[in-house]
Structures are given as structure tokens and as C-alpha cells.
């Protein structure tokens, strides 16, 4: 018996720059899969950034990169209606007459 078919979460990570042996840390690793679990969404921030890690089973998500393309161009609609303007990938190039 699965222990939950979807885990969601958020981490709020460092605020300043670290480093690992002189280098800057951009990401803090993959989300981990609970045993029993078929899919871990989780949004950490890293400086001023937000990232987003897809952890998936085999087995309950076939395609993960797409899933997270559909969440990022979510989040993108979402700034767009709330700044109200459209979203970048809906607009087009100007046209000279």
C-alpha cells in the first residue's frame, strides 16, 4: 500500500551565495522519493532564485521533464494575469508595414 501518491513541498534555502570548494552552489539536489510515494514536487529557493525539483516514479509519471514544463509555463501565466500582460512565450516579434 502506497504511503502517498504525490508529496509537495517547499524549502527556503540560503539567502546569501554559498560555495563547495570555491565554487557557488546553484542547486541543492534532486528531491528525495518517500518510499511508497509515486511523485515529490518541491520548490526551493536558492539566493533570489526559486528552483523546482520533480522526483518520480517510474511507474506513476512516464514523462517528469514534461510535467515540469507544464509547471513553468503555469507559473508564467501566472505573472503574466497577475502583472496583467502576457506571457512571454505568447508574444510576437513586431512586424514592420
Known sequence: MPSANLVISNMKGPTGQLYLAGAPVAFHGPPILPAGAGLNVTFASV?????????AAPEAVH???RLA?????????????????????????????
Open 47 to 55: 539566493n533570489k532564485d526559486i528552483c523546482l525539483g520533480i522526483g
Open 69 to 97: 514544463e507544464l509547471i513553468e509555463q503555469a507559473f508564467h501565466q501566472l505573472q503574466a494575469d497577475a502583472a496583467g500582460t502576457a506571457p512571454r512565450a505568447a508574444r510576437r516579434p513586431h512586424q514592420p508595414a
Open 63 to 65: 514523462e517528469p521533464s
